[in-house]
């Protein structure tokens, strides 16, 4: 039997110091995972690598516009802070950071690529309902619909609007402003120094100019 005492000499993740044996007469050996035995001195000396305790942050995206809260896949989760990585949303819209160091300070930023102009379920479906809206025929658009519909962002639904989302429909690169863009609610989440796994840290998605069913996604 025999004790072995290790000092830690650094606190910062990723510092690694040797293993120094004890050297003769004290007669102390190991034996490595091949069995082959080694002496004080010899190679490899072995190491130790801090580590620094980790947290996961986890949630899933949800598309806003659709009554059922479809998911939205392969979405890509940008770590950014003291910290950096990504990962992208499944299939079923769920997404997980893994292996984030504790102790700093970070912010995670959803993105999607915009959708190419023609794209399916962006269509005259949705120009009718975004020009009622504008002439105040029928019942007006609201939420998640609206802000859809608001493809520039300038003075509210206009003819603007209207015009963009059909040229979309068409095929035209120009003059669609934020058609087929994808908005995040939030636009990302902050974390300082948290302590535990960081769940249901959910976002809300609307494609710019998807404003009726059938939804983009």
């Known amino acids: 039997l025999f004790n072995l005492n290790m000092v830690r000499v ?10 120094t044996w004890a050297p003769s007469p004290d007669d102390f050996y190991f034996i490595d995972d091949n069995l082959d035995s080694h ?3 010899s190679t490899p000396l072995g190491s130790i ?6 947290f996961s942050i986890s949630g899933t995206l949800s598309y806003c516009s659709s009554p059922s809260l479809n998911p939205v896949p ?3 989760l940008t770590l950014s802070g003291d910290g950096s990585g990504s990962t992208l949303s499944d299939g079923s819209g769920n997404y997980t950071l893994s292996s984030v160091a504790s102790g700093g300070n970070y912010s995670v930023t959803p993105s ?15 120009v009718i309902p975004t020009q009622r809206h504008f002439l ?13 519909a608001d493809v520039n962002g300038i003075n509210g639904v206009d003819t603007v609007d209207v015009i963009a989302i059909q040229r979309f429909f068409l095929g035209f690169s120009t003059g669609i402003a934020n058609v087929g863009r994808s908005q995040f609610t939030p636009v990302n989440r902050t974390y300082s120094a948290p302590a535990s796994d960081q769940t249901g840290q959910n ?3 609307i494609v710019f100019g998807d404003v009726a069913s059938g939804f983009v996604y």
């Open 10 to 19: 650094s606190s910062t993740p990723g510092a690694t110091t040797n293993l």
């Open 112 to 126: 999607k690529a915009g959708l190419t102009p023609g794209t399916n379920n962006i269509d005259t479906i949705d």
């Open 203 to 205: 976002y809300n998605a």
């Open 49 to 54: 690598t801090i580590q620094a305790p980790t």
């Open 74 to 76: 392969g979405v890509t």
């Open 39 to 41: 002496t004080p001195g």
């Open 136 to 148: 105040n025929l029928g019942i007006p658009l609201t939420g998640c619909r609206l802000t859809a």
